[in-house]
């Protein structure tokens, strides 16, 4: 079982849903993020950002039919951290107090 712990980097609404999304499996293209949130491409970059400088997830450019494509994913560190945030607001929906 996941220790809790509230995490603020993950916290942020937009980070949140992305650390959810990315959880889900194993990477998510920028665009479909990036239509998911309803958020421009420089809120997303920076949103993105703040989880890579926090070594929960990283980010891979590849090509493909003559452009290039952005990906990411969660790291291990970003996954343990997804699952602890979770598990804490579960417990704090749930009343439960900290022994």
């Known amino acids: 079982m996941t220790e ?6 993950i916290h942020a609404p937009n980070r949140l ?3 959810s999304m990315l959880s889900a499996t194993n ?10 949130l309803g958020v421009s491409d ?4 920076k949103q993105l950002k703040a ?3 926090a070594g929960y997830l990283t980010v891979k450019k590849s090509p493909l039919d003559g452009r290039t ?7 291990p560190a970003g996954k343990a951290a997804f ?14 107090a900290i022994e």
């Open 51 to 53: 989880l890579e400088d």
């Open 4 to 9: 809790p712990q509230f995490d603020e980097i």
């Open 42 to 45: 420089s809120v997303l970059s």
């Open 17 to 19: 849903r992305i650390c």
């Open 69 to 75: 494509r952005t990906w990411a994913a969660l790291t």
């Open 83 to 96: 699952d602890g945030h979770v598990a804490e607001l579960r417990r704090l929906a749930a009343g439960i």
């Open 27 to 36: 990477e998510v293209e920028f665009a479909a993020l990036r239509e998911a």
